[in-house]
C-alpha cells in the first residue's frame, strides 16, 4: 500500500495505482479524463489534460518531478504529493490544453448528439476560455457512415484512441484505426470498411466526443429531453444490463450504464444497442441516477447543486 | 589541430572495407574485450571515459548502459540510433558512409558488454544507400568472425541487422524508435518504464546514437581515463560537429570539446569564417531544436567569458542568453538571413513531423506554423507576436516527448533575441516579403538556364 | 484474405522477404513491415495501392489496417501513383539558406507542374520533404536512392536530361 496526497487530503491506495485512480478513490477534484478509460488497456497519456504536479516523488525522494505529469499513466509510490486544482500551474496548463483542443474542433454542439453528455464541452466549460483566439480556417473531414449504425464525424475526434483499443480488445477483427501523421491524423478505415461485428456499438459509448453517435438516434432528440432507465434483458451475447433513454413510450437510444466519469459498467452488444428499440424487449428496472453536474438535471436539482458563490443558489 | 578519434583515417578510401580497417587498427578492441575483459568492466571503462549520449540529450552512456535490466532471462537487445534527422546534423551518415566498421565494431563491443545476443540499428529509410554499405560491411564481418556464432573462438555470440525506417522524424526519439521497430507507427511510449526495462518487444532494451557506439571501441583500447583527459570538465572526448549554412567551408569536423565558438567558425581549419565575406547574424549550434543564438551571444556569454564548444559552455545562461550542444547541427546564419522566415521554416518541418498523438503537439505545432507564416508573409499583426509565445510555453513541457519542446524552443528564442525582427515584419507588411530586416538583398527570381 | 489483382512478389523478392522476417524473433514478424514495405514500394509501380498494402498484411500474417496506419505514417511511402523519377527537394532550414526555395521554383517553372504534382507524361513528380541529413552540401535533392547535392539549375538541368534517358 501507498499512501498519497492529493491536494491535501491522503488516501492509502495499492501499490501501482495511478495518480488519477487514487484522485477517484478520494472522490474530489478528479483530474478530467478524455483518454483514459480504465476498462481499455493501453488507454491514457494521450489527451494531457489529466497533468498534475508531483512537488514530492515519494518519502525515499523529497523531490518533485521537473515536469507536469499525466495521472493517468504515472503511479504512486509512498509519500508522493500531488498539487490538481492547488497548483496554479496544473490549472495554467489545462487550460492551455483544452484551448489546443478546440482550435480545430468544429464547436457545432447545437447540432451533434453528443451535446449534454459531451466530456470535452464539460471540460472546456470548467477550464476553458470563453472565446478563441485561433483564426485561421479548421481542419475538416468528410462524414462517413461505419456501417449501418455507427456514423464517424471526423471533424469532432481529439483523437483520444479509445475506439481504436475498444476494436482490438473487443472484437477479433478490428478494421479501423489511426491513419496519417500529425494533425492530419484520423481515425478511418481507409477504404471504408464496415465494422462488421458484434461489439462494434460500443465505440459510440467510449467516445468522449460526438465524433462517433448512433446513426438510430441520429437527430432524434437532444439528450436533456430524455429520461434515462436502467433496464436489462436476458442476452446471449452480453449482459444485457443498459440504459434506455426513453421519450414518452418510446425508446430512442440503448448505451451501456455509465458511472460518474462516463465509463460504462459493461460493454453491451450490438443487437441490446441497435436492435432490441421497443420497451417491451426490456425489463425496466427504475430511473437512472443522474449527477448533478448533468445537463438534464439542470432546473430540477437547484438544491442539490455545489455552487461556488452561494448567493447566487438562495432562492429569494 | 585536436585529438581525433573517429576521424583520424577518414581520408584513406580503403578504410570502407574490412582489410584496410583493420590495417589501421580496427577490430583490435573486440579481441581485448573478449578476451581481457569481462562485459561489467567494459561499462566501468565507459563510465570512467565520461562518454555522453550524442544524439541530443547528452545523457552519460555509462550510467544508461548501468540501468539495463538483468534480473530476469528475457533477451536484451541493443539498438543503434541511426535515425538522423534533425536539420543541421549530417554527422553519423559520415562514419556509417566512410567507415561503417567503425560503427560495426562499437556495436559488437556494447553489445558484448550488454549481454546482448541480437541488436539492431535502426537508420532513416532515407539512407537506404548507407544501409547497404552497412549490410555489406556486416557480411564481412560475419565473414571473418567478428559476428555470429561463438565470435573469435569465445562463448561470445550475436547477429546483428540493420533496419530501415520510412521517413520520419520523430523516430529518432528512443522509445518511438523502438516502436517503429516493433513494425507500427512511430508514436513515443509513455515513460515509465523506461527502455532500460521495458523496451524492445517489452525486453530491458538499450537504444545510442551511431557517434555514441562509435566511441566505444577507442574507450576500450585506450581506456576510459584516457577519453576523459581528451575535452573539458564533463565534456569529455571529441564530437562530431556538422556545420551548414552560410560558411566557407560546411562539413563534418571532429573537435575536442572545449574549442572556442570563435575559432571553429573563424579558423580555417574548421568554417573558413562566413562565405561572401558578409557578418554573422546568428547560430543554431546544436540542431534545429535548440535555441538561436543572436551574433552578440556566440562568441562570448552573457558574462564576456569566450563561449566555447562544450555541453556546458554552450547552455551557459540557460535559454536567456545561452542555448544547447544538442547533435552538434551547427546552422551559421549571415547578415542577409531572416529570423523570422527561418522560424517559420522551422516550424513547419516540427508541424510536418509531430506524430500527432497527444494534443498539445499535434495541435499546437499546427498553429505555430499558421502564426508564423502569417507573420512571415506580410499578414501579421502585433498581438500575433504574444500569440505566438504564449502558444509555444502551451506546448513546451506538456508532451509525451520532448519534441514538444523541440518545436516550442526555437520558436521562444527567435522571439526572446529577434522581436524587433517579428515587429518590423508586422510593421512593413509588404517590404517584409520581398527584403530581409536590416540589411539584406531582394530574393531574386530564378532564370531557366 | 488472399492477394488480389495478382499481385505478389516474385520467387527471389520473396526469398529476401522471408529472410528479412528471420531477422526478428518469432512472432514477430510485424517489424518486418517498413523494410517489406519498401520493397513493395519499388516492385510495384513505384506506390502502394490498397492491393499491395492488402498483399503485405498476408504476407506478415496481420490485420490490414495495422499495414495503412503504419503506410500512412511514414512520408517516404506514396500512396498514390506518382511519376517514374520523384525528385525530393529537402526544403528544411539549412537547405533554405542557401537557396532550396529558388531551386524547388526552378523545377516548377521548368517542368511546368507545382510541388506535388506528376508531369502529364508522368515521368516526374516534384515533392518537397524535411530534412534529409545534407545540410553542410546544400542544396539538395534525392531521386530513388541517390542524393543529389549542391544543386544549380545548371546542375539540374544535366540531371534531369539523365533520368529521361535513364528511364
Redesign the interface.
Known amino acids: 500500500m501507498a499512501k498519497v496526497t492529493i491536494d491535501n487530503v491522503t488516501v492509502e491506495v495499492p501499490d501501482g495505482t495511478t495518480i488519477l485512480n487514487a484522485a477517484r478513490a478520494i472522490g474530489e477534484n478528479v483530474p478530467p479524463a478524455m483518454c483514459y478509460y480504465s476498462k481499455l488497456k493501453g488507454s491514457?497519456?494521450?489527451?494531457?489534460?489529466c497533468?498534475v504536479k508531483v512537488t514530492k516523488s515519494s518519502e525515499a525522494n523529497p523531490r518533485g518531478m521537473p515536469?507536469?505529469v499525466?495521472s493517468c499513466?504515472t503511479t504512486v509510490a509512498d509519500g508522493m504529493v500531488v498539487e490538481n486544482v492547488t497548483s496554479p500551474e496544473v490549472i495554467e496548463?489545462r487550460k492551455?490544453?483544452v484551448?489546443?483542443?478546440l482550435?480545430?474542433h468544429p464547436l457545432d454542439c447545437p447540432v451533434c448528439d453528443q451535446a449534454g453528455e459531451c466530456h470535452l464541452q464539460d471540460l472546456s466549460y470548467e477550464h476553458g476560455a470563453a472565446t478563441t483566439?485561433?483564426d485561421?480556417e479548421r481542419r475538416t473531414f468528410e462524414k462517413i457512415d461505419i456501417g449501418p449504425y455507427i456514423q464517424l464525424h471526423m471533424n469532432r475526434c481529439?483523437?483520444c484512441y479509445r475506439c481504436v483499443y475498444t476494436a482490438d480488445q473487443l472484437t477479433d477483427g478490428r478494421v479501423h484505426g489511426?491513419i496519417?501523421?500529425?494533425?492530419?491524423?484520423e481515425i478511418s478505415t481507409y477504404i471504408s470498411n464496415i465494422i462488421d461485428n458484434d461489439f462494434s456499438g460500443n465505440v459510440i459509448d467510449v467516445c468522449p466526443v460526438g465524433a462517433l453517435t448512433d446513426r438510430t438516434f441520429r437527430f432524434k432528440s437532444r439528450v436533456w429531453f430524455t429520461k434515462p432507465m436502467d433496464a436489462h434483458c436476458d442476452c446471449d451475447k452480453c449482459s444485457g444490463k443498459v440504459t434506455l433513454w426513453l421519450q414518452g413510450e418510446e425508446v430512442l437510444r440503448v448505451t451501456g450504464r455509465k458511472d460518474q466519469y462516463g465509463e460504462v459498467d459493461e460493454f453491451i452488444c450490438n443487437t441490446c444497442r441497435f436492435e432490441r428499440k421497443k420497451k417491451s424487449d426490456w425489463v425496466i428496472e427504475g430511473p437512472r441516477r443522474i449527477g448533478t453536474h448533468s445537463v438534464i438535471s439542470q432546473n430540477h436539482l437547484p438544491y442539490e447543486l455545489n455552487v461556488v458563490n452561494p448567493q447566487i443558489a438562495q432562492p429569494q | 589541430m585536436g585529438k581525433k578519434i573517429l576521424l583520424e583515417h577518414i581520408d584513406k578510401p580503403e578504410i570502407k572495407g574490412i582489410e584496410g580497417y583493420i590495417k589501421y587498427g580496427g577490430y583490435r578492441s573486440i579481441e581485448k574485450a573478449l578476451k581481457k575483459m569481462t562485459p561489467d568492466e567494459i561499462t566501468e571503462e565507459v563510465k570512467k571515459s565520461g562518454l555522453r549520449g550524442r544524439g541530443g540529450a547528452g545523457f552519460p552512456t555509462g550510467m544508461k548502459w548501468s540501468f539495463l535490466f538483468k534480473g530476469s532471462d528475457k533477451?536484451r537487445y541493443l539498438l543503434c540510433n541511426a535515425d538522423?534527422?534533425?536539420?543541421?546534423?549530417?554527422k553519423d551518415?559520415l562514419i556509417m558512409e566512410k567507415i561503417p566498421h567503425l560503427l560495426v565494431e562499437g556495436m559488437i563491443a556494447s553489445s558484448y558488454a550488454l549481454g546482448v545476443r541480437?541488436a539492431?540499428i535502426y537508420i532513416?529509410?532515407?539512407?537506404?544507400?548507407i544501409l547497404r554499405i552497412l549490410e555489406q560491411a556486416i557480411a564481412e564481418a560475419y565473414a571473418k568472425g567478428y559476428l555470429g556464432e561463438k565470435i573469435l573462438g569465445s562463448d561470445y555470440s550475436l547477429?546483428l541487422?540493420v533496419?530501415?525506417?520510412?521517413?520520419?522524424?520523430i523516430c529518432g526519439e528512443e522509445t518511438a524508435l523502438i516502436e517503429?521497430?516493433?513494425?507500427?507507427?512511430?508514436n513515443p511510449r509513455?515513460k515509465p518504464p523506461f527502455p532500460a526495462v521495458a523496451g524492445l518487444?517489452g525486453c530491458p532494451t538499450i537504444v545510442n546514437n551511431v557517434e555514441t557506439i562509435a566511441k566505444v571501441p577507442f574507450i576500450i583500447n585506450e581506456g576510459g581515463e584516457t577519453y576523459s583527459k581528451i575535452g573539458i570538465g564533463a565534456s569529455t572526448g571529441t564530437k562530431l560537429i556538422?556545420?551548414?549554412?552560410?560558411i566557407n567551408k560546411?562539413?563534418?569536423y571532429e573537435i575536442e570539446l572545449g574549442l572556442p565558438v570563435e575559432e571553429f567558425i573563424y579558423s580555417d581549419e574548421y568554417c573558413g569564417g562566413i562565405k561572401g565575406g558578409k557578418q554573422l547574424k546568428a547560430v543554431?549550434p546544436g540542431g534545429?531544436s535548440v535555441p538561436i543564438l543572436p551574433q552578440r551571444l556566440v562568441t562570448k556569454t552573457a558574462a564576456g567569458t569566450p563561449r566555447l564548444m562544450s555541453y556546458e559552455s554552450l547552455a551557459e545562461g540557460g535559454f536567456q542568453t545561452g542555448s544547447m550542444l544538442g547533435s552538434g547541427?551547427f546552422?551559421v546564419?549571415d547578415e542577409d538571413?531572416c529570423v523570422v522566415?527561418?522560424t517559420w521554416?522551422?516550424s513547419r518541418?516540427y508541424?510536418?513531423?509531430?506524430?500527432?498523438?497527444?494534443?498539445?503537439c499535434?495541435?499546437?505545432?499546427?498553429?505555430m506554423e499558421?502564426i508564423l507564416h502569417r507573420l512571415e508573409h506580410g499578414h501579421g499583426h502585433m498581438e500575433d507576436i504574444d500569440?505566438l509565445w504564449?502558444v509555444q510555453?502551451?506546448?513546451e513541457?506538456?508532451?509525451?516527448c520532448p519534441f514538444g519542446d523541440a518545436s516550442a524552443w526555437p520558436v521562444a528564442a527567435a522571439i526572446r533575441h529577434f522581436r524587433d525582427e517579428f515587429e518590423w515584419h508586422v510593421l512593413n507588411p509588404e517590404e517584409c516579403t520581398r527584403r530581409n530586416y536590416g540589411m539584406g538583398v531582394a530574393?531574386?527570381e530564378?532564370?531557366?538556364? | 484474405m488472399t492477394a488480389t489483382n495478382n499481385i505478389a512478389f516474385s520467387p527471389e523478392r520473396m526469398a529476401e522477404v522471408q529472410a528479412i522476417i528471420k531477422?526478428y524473433?518469432e512472432g514477430?514478424q510485424?517489424?518486418?513491415?517498413?523494410?517489406i514495405?519498401?520493397m513493395a514500394q519499388h516492385d510495384f509501380g513505384g506506390w502502394l495501392s490498397q492491393d499491395v498494402m492488402d498483399h503485405v498484411a498476408d504476407l506478415?500474417d496481420?490485420k490490414p489496417i495495422?499495414v495503412y496506419?503504419?503506410a500512412t505514417?511514414?512520408?517516404?511511402?506514396h500512396l498514390r501513383p506518382v511519376g517514374k523519377k520523384v525528385l525530393e527537394v529537402c526544403?528544411?532550414?539549412?537547405c533554405?539558406?542557401?537557396g532550396s526555395?529558388?531551386i524547388v521554383?526552378?523545377l516548377e517553372?521548368?517542368l511546368e507542374i507545382k510541388d506535388g504534382d506528376t508531369t502529364p507524361d508522368g515521368m516526374f513528380t516534384i515533392k518537397t520533404?524535411?530534412?534529409?541529413?545534407?545540410?553542410?552540401?546544400?542544396p539538395m535533392m534525392?531521386v530513388g536512392?541517390?542524393?543529389h547535392e549542391f544543386l544549380t539549375?545548371?546542375k539540374l538541368?544535366r540531371l534531369l536530361d539523365e533520368f529521361r534517358k535513364d528511364a
Open positions: 491514457g497519456g494521450k489527451c494531457r489534460v497533468l515536469k507536469l499525466a499513466c496548463a492551455g490544453i484551448e489546443l483542443l482550435i480545430n483566439r485561433y485561421f481529439i483523437l489511426v496519417n501523421r500529425g494533425d492530419h491524423a | 533477451p538522423e534527422s534533425e536539420p543541421g546534423t549530417f551518415r541480437t539492431y532513416r529509410g532515407e539512407y537506404m544507400y547477429d541487422y533496419h530501415p525506417g520510412g521517413g520520419a522524424y517503429s521497430l516493433e513494425g507500427k507507427r512511430g509513455i518487444w556538422s556545420a551548414c549554412g552560410n560546411p562539413g563534418v543554431v534545429s547541427g546552422i546564419f538571413q522566415r527561418n521554416n522551422f518541418f508541424h510536418h513531423e509531430s506524430c500527432g498523438q497527444c494534443s498539445p499535434r495541435e499546437g505545432t499546427g498553429w499558421k500569440l504564449d510555453r502551451k506546448v513541457g506538456n508532451t509525451i530574393a531574386a530564378p532564370e531557366l538556364v | 531477422r524473433p514477430r510485424k517489424s518486418a513491415i517498413l523494410p514495405l519498401h506478415l496481420i495495422e496506419e503504419v505514417f511514414y512520408t517516404m511511402f526544403r528544411t532550414g539549412p533554405m539558406l542557401v526555395d529558388n521554383q526552378y517553372k521548368k520533404v524535411e530534412c534529409l541529413g545534407a545540410c553542410g552540401y546544400a534525392q536512392e541517390k542524393y539549375p545548371e538541368d
